[in-house]
DNA sequence: TTTCCCGTTGTAAACGCTTACATCCCGGTG
DNA sequence: CACCGGGATGTAAGCGTTTACAACGGGAAA
């Protein structure tokens, strides 16, 4: 390995010299300067980044934590994948240019109820800050790491204390495109495809579906499927509907989010449903192939590349500044309308989303929840599987 | 922040004795031993990565640099997002069991021709090895990396000299699926999108189609356009295709890639032209909507995951014994038929290629390089256009 | 000539951890 | 009783950079 030593010995010059050459900011005298350059290209000398990191008392590295959830075997169509692909890319061109570095590492959803703590912690180790991919990480490990580098939950629930969170704002999305379809279709006789109990994001789609159910009595929520973001849970979800549907489909299926929309539209299409004629369906996300799909998928855009672009750059500020204290942002959604929803064939229309006042909304649950967690959504979706 | 000397000054102890309860690998007393813990969860301490690092001379960082090809504005459709994501996966299984870290650096296709050394030079000083997740990166910079750190390049030009290589068997790949047309569906008359010409997966598929043809006299290359790997480029490809065989339509299309597939599929449907019957589509990579589209594309696969797999095993495996010297490992891919290619709709048929011995067509193309740089594909892929 | 100043360069002390080696303490041997 | 062996623990020297501070040297000013 090529040091500073071996640099400095063949200029002639001390370590400091060549310290100062390497980073351009001191002044050094012309000739000595060209001196030190060839001998950094003849040695091909590269600085270490552990020691920089250790002198400099930085590390210039943000962490970012993928949670991937459990998927069937052959489920090729991983849920995180397209969603953490462009979350990424936002994260990408934040740190590009800060000449920063992005340390990635994966967790099972399983793990993250009682997650692999060291792993955690030896993250928190090697970062200045941390990026938590979904808000899936329980509170208290999320306080336990916040307590050493800052970190920024990303599409998490609107509460962590010791963390940041910047994420889309599901519920207006969610009760736009539900609107979309009540209003504007004239469906009333709808159908749940939920998400994961654990998923911030599903809870938020799930509350503005109460919410807009509520202000419109002559809609009725005919069933609902906890499913697990997967395309084959939503095949399945669709199958279990058809079988307890049989005679009278319900007017549209509302999604949680795309891939489960997918499964959905396929178990349609293996038992002759068509979409939307017999029933609509909308899901969350718009990821890339839902306009691919036959019918193309209505559905919720969220940036999630401006996500990552938020939440990186909290993080950043966080430690440039950490006398800073967590904050919240929600990012507009658009709604995009194809023609699974029963707009005519053909169309494409995006129109962005106007942010709703959650409070009523938060409160009402708020109160539900108080009445022995017994949501009227989950109520529902279960006796009929039992019975 | 919390240091080994604040916990070993709790306890009572040394930090030598702390770092030995910290590995737990040495002999400690176990009364000491509780003692340490206690400190360590009292004062939340958690080792420095840098401070290790140095002290190891050992980062246990892989380092992975990934190269986005240029992108049309607004083609979200980024071509990278689903190969890389799957390569990802694979280097991520190994990584996990070792307890290592991944740095993700992204580049831009065309930083690669003259790349932005300097971020790749700090790259090589913040890890133990790099993997570079395509071939586009020049052999002289691949050197210049490797001659600090095992290099292993995924999907590159079985050739490099100074970095190991983990590749799809494209050829062989490609090969087969274009064989399956004319052999199995008497397709002739051909139609190539190419992909882009620095890429080195493109350029042995390419080969397979001149290799293939070369053998069959009676079939044709009606036309040849390069796109780059976009489903937008293949759109583009599809629309120019049509305006030149307006009259007679070439009897399949064959895309380096499925992005660049599905792009003609839908430059086709536009225009009514109706696949398979009128025309043939096949792709290439198998990725995830390709069984989504209408009809479901014929296409490769190729192990995406596998691919990150063998290249990360490789990369620790040289990092763990610097003696071993450079390899190629070239890994089978599988024939996916469904009904694009013309098999009856509902075909779903995915069979183990076996590996051609493609030193005769390799020599064939070097012949050919060297009778004046004018590849038999391209020139008559060219004078339609010109004409 | 002496004194000052300032641009340039060198010295050496961190940074937090690992680990070779030294030390200490004890019970067991000869 | 002196000595030995070995387990437990401490000491301190790195690891490769950065950077505060010191030192130097050569004009300019007095």
Redesign the interface.
């Known amino acids: 390995m090529v040091t500073l030593y071996d640099v400095a010995r063949l200029a002639g010059v001390s370590t400091a010299t060549v310290s100062r050459v390497v980073h351009g900011q001191d002044r050094v005298r012309e000739s000595t300067r060209i001196r030190v350059t060839q001998a950094i290209e003849e040695l091909?000398y590269?600085?270490?980044?552990?020691?920089?990191?250790?002198s400099r008392r930085r590390?210039d590295?943000i962490g970012m934590v993928c949670v991937e959830r459990e998927v069937e075997q052959y489920d090729?169509?991983?849920v995180g994948?397209?969603y953490?692909?462009e979350v990424?890319?936002g994260v990408?061109a934040l740190i590009?240019n800060n000449?920063w570095?992005?340390?990635?590492?994966?967790m099972q959803a399983e793990d993250v109820g009682e997650p692999d703590f060291r792993?955690l912690?030896?993250?928190?180790?090697?970062?200045d800050g941390i990026l938590i991919g979904e808000g899936f990480v329980a509170s208290r490990y999320i306080e336990?790491l916040a307590?050493?580098v800052p970190v920024v939950v990303i599409a998490g629930t609107p509460g962590e204390r010791a963390a940041d969170v910047v994420a889309a704002d599901n519920f207006s999305g969610s009760a736009a495109v539900i609107t979309h379809l009540i209003d504007d279709h004239g469906r009333r006789r709808l159908f749940h495809v939920d998400g994961p109990p654990n998923s911030p994001d599903a809870g938020r789609r799930r509350l503005a579906l109460e919410y807009v159910l509520r202000n419109r009595p002559q809609c009725e929520l005919v069933g609902s499927i906890q499913g697990i973001f997967s395309v084959r849970s939503g095949e399945q979800a669709g199958e279990e509907l058809l079988a307890r549907h049989r005679g009278a489909l319900p007017e549209a299926v509302v999604c949680a989010n795309d891939q489960m929309a997918?499964g959905v539209l396929r178990a349609f299409a293996a038992a002759g449903v068509r979409v939307p004629d017999e029933v609509a369906v909308v899901g969350f996300d718009d990821i890339?192939?839902s306009s691919?799909?036959?019918p193309p998928l209505t559905t919720v855009y969220q940036p999630m590349r401006v996500l990552g672009e938020r939440a990186c750059a909290r993080v950043l500020d966080r430690i440039a500044d950490p006398s800073l204290s967590p904050a919240i942002e929600l990012l507009p959604t658009e709604l995009v309308l194809r023609s699974s929803c029963g707009c005519p064939p053909g169309t494409v229309v995006r129109q962005p989303v106007t942010t709703l006042d959650q409070a009523g909304a938060d409160q009402a649950a708020q109160g539900r929840a108080e009445a022995r967690q017994n949501p009227v959504v989950r109520a529902r979706s279960r006796q009929p599987a039992k019975a």
Not at 101 to 106: D, Q
């Open positions: 091909g590269v600085p270490d980044g552990a020691a920089q990191s250790l590390k590295i090729i169509e991983n994948l397209l953490y692909d990424l890319r990408e590009r000449n570095s992005l340390l990635i590492t994966f792993r912690d030896s993250l928190s180790g090697k970062v336990r307590a050493r997918i890339y192939p691919l799909l036959d």
